[in-house]
């Protein structure tokens, strides 16, 4: 589960900065990048906020 948040912080920036330069332009582009980032960070503490929960109670 804590692999897909690593995968994730790669892929969603690429892809979210490939996408806003299909549809706009470079600024849209950098600024769904950053978001994609940001997501893939949120998902990231939350798999590993999962992992050390699980941890603990185990």
């Known amino acids: 589960m804590i692999a897909i ?3 994730l912080l790669v892929i969603l920036p690429i892809a979210g900065f490939m996408l806003g330069l299909f549809v706009s ?3 849209i582009a950098i600024g769904l990048a950053v978001a994609g980032f940001v997501i893939a960070a949120a998902v990231c503490c939350v798999t590993g906020y999962a992992l ?3 941890g603990r109670r185990a």
């Open 25 to 27: 332009g470079i600024s």
């Open 52 to 54: 050390a929960k699980a």
């Open 5 to 7: 948040g690593c995968l």
